[in-house]
């Protein structure tokens, strides 16, 4: 429980810090169109924070860590959440200053974070297959 608390509270902290510095990059270079950057935030808070907040709570219900399995999706489901972030907050900053990007970099970019999110997708279906296992097992006990 102490993993999923110490990295809701990361997320959290990773959330208000690209909140400030989207806030700040843009004020200070008068950038005002919409920026990948500005979702980077809410990223951070809706997948990284909130998601881990209400794993603690599934956790302290269904007992995750006891499946051998919970381990595996809690790292890609990391890993995908953080490469996501950090491939939006590359395309964001090069929209920022201006980068106009060459199409092959430009489709690379796109490319892992979409492979980041695919990542994020197969740690979901995990996850939702444990939760079937553990609720089942729960059941079976009553």
């Known amino acids: 429980m102490k993993k999923l608390l110490n990295a809701a509270f990361a997320y959290g902290v990773a959330g208000i810090v690209m909140g400030g510095v989207f806030r700040e990059a843009t004020k200070f270079l008068h950038y005002t169109a919409p920026t990948a950057l500005g979702r980077v935030h809410t990223h ?3 997948l990284g924070m909130l998601f881990c907040l209400v794993l603690l709570a599934l956790e302290k219900c269904f007992g995750l860590w006891a499946d051998g399995k919970f381990k595996s999706v809690f790292l890609l489901y ?6 996501a972030a950090v491939m939006m907050s ?4 090069a929209q920022v200053f201006g980068l106009a990007l060459a199409k092959g970099p430009d489709a690379a970019l796109s490319g892992v974070t979409g492979l980041f999110h695919i990542l994020l997708t197969v740690a979901l279906v ?9 609720v089942a097992a ?3 006990t009553v």
């Open 44 to 46: 951070l808070f809706a």
């Open 78 to 83: 990391n890993i995908g959440v953080v490469g």
């Open 90 to 93: 590359l395309r964001g900053f």
């Open 126 to 134: 995990r996850l939702f297959l444990l939760l079937g296992r553990r």
């Open 138 to 140: 729960c059941q079976q």
